[in-house]
Antibody
Framework: EVQLLESGGGLVQPGGSLRLSCAAS????????MSWVRQAPGKGLEWVSA????????YYADSVKGRFTISRDNSKNTLFLQMKSLRAEDTAVYYC???????????????WGQGTLVTVSS | QSVLTQPPSVSGAPGQRVTISCTGS?????????VHWYQQLPGTAPQLLIY???NRPSGVPDRFSGSKSGTSASLAITGLQAEDEADYYC???????????FGTGTKVTVL
């Protein structure tokens, strides 16, 4: 059974930093790209960042480029999101998700974690 | 912020059929990227509902179906049930943004 368990959320002041983790189990972690997707309170879903299975390629939404860093430790089956220079608009539930990429025209998420809440406020 | 447009809400009586549209552009759906749908029940994480335009993961009832044409896609729910009350999101890939894109989300209400 695939399981994704996020942790590391909490309250942080504007301009501060936070590191999220996602512990994965039930599948060959290093064989799959992984993503972070966030959802602001009462709002829709927004893709944040993705990383290839090897960790050699990373991708970011324009809204977080230069402030967030995605990484992974395949020896520990863990995905990370380092967030810096946090803003009020980064307040959201952050989900980690397992990516599926098929034939270069199909990109989606087949499993999601339960999410961790990040609140940026003074 | 969302690149794909959905109606904010749709509603129907139990047993009825409802559809949710998802409108994109030439850099995402119209470029040939597949469309996927997620169901988000209140207070829970999204779950994959339809993948590759019209395929259901194991365990998803055949009351849910998807289609895609041109720069748009749609999700149909037939035989609407109370347990279908949820938010639904379409998702694709955008070559201009080089990333995943979601729809604005649609709340389905069972009357």
């Amino acid at each position: 059974e695939v399981q994704l368990l996020e942790s590391g959320g909490g309250l942080v002041q504007p301009g501060g930093s936070l590191r999220l983790s996602c512990a994965a189990s039930g599948f060959s972690f290093s064989s799959y790209a992984m993503s972070w997707v966030r959802q602001a309170p009462g709002k829709g879903l927004e893709w944040v960042s993705a990383i290839s299975g090897s960790g050699g390629r990373t991708y970011y939404a324009d809204s977080v480029k230069g402030r967030f860093t995605i990484s992974r430790d395949n020896s520990k089956n863990t995905l990370f999101l380092q967030m810096k220079s946090l803003r009020a608009e980064d307040t959201a539930v952050y989900y980690c998700a397992k990516d599926i990429v098929v034939a270069a025209n199909s990109y989606y998420f087949d499993y999601w974690g339960q999410g961790t809440l990040v609140t940026v406020s003074s | 912020q969302s690149v794909l447009t959905q109606p904010p809400s749709v509603s129907g009586a139990p047993g009825q059929r409802v559809t949710i549209s998802c409108t994109g552009s030439s850099s995402n759906i119209g470029a040939g990227y597949d469309v996927h749908w997620y169901q988000q029940l209140p207070g829970t994480a999204p779950q994959l509902l339809i993948y590759d335009n019209n395929n259901r993961p194991s365990g998803v009832p055949d009351r849910f179906s998807g289609s895609k044409s041109g720069t748009s896609a749609s999700l149909a729910i037939t035989g609407l049930q109370a347990e279908d009350e949820a938010d639904y999101y379409c998702q694709s890939y955008d070559s201009g943004l080089s990333g995943y894109v979601f729809g604005t989300g649609t709340k389905v209400t069972v009357l």
